[in-house]
């Protein structure tokens, strides 16, 4: 099935079902989403993120961690 064969069926559906579908897609493809959003969103997770007024006080970030 082409993207344009699905794009036309997903046009078809009723609007619960679209909200079904997008929903899926938005919580299992990240492609849309940035690298470097994706990686400080990795960073704060692991900790690894400093106040911004320290930052703006003149203080270096934290390294980031290989891997």
């Keep these: ?26 919580e299992n493809d ?3 989403i940035p690298e470097s959003f994706q990686q400080g969103m990795a960073d704060a997770e692991k900790g690894r993120f400093v106040d911004m007024e320290t930052v703006l006080g003149g203080a270096k970030r934290p390294p980031r961690a290989a891997g």
């Design 1 to 26: 099935m082409s993207a344009s064969e699905l794009i036309e069926q997903f046009k078809a559906l009723p609007a619960k079902e679209r909200a079904q579908v997008a929903k899926f897609v938005v």
């Design 30 to 32: 990240d492609s849309w």
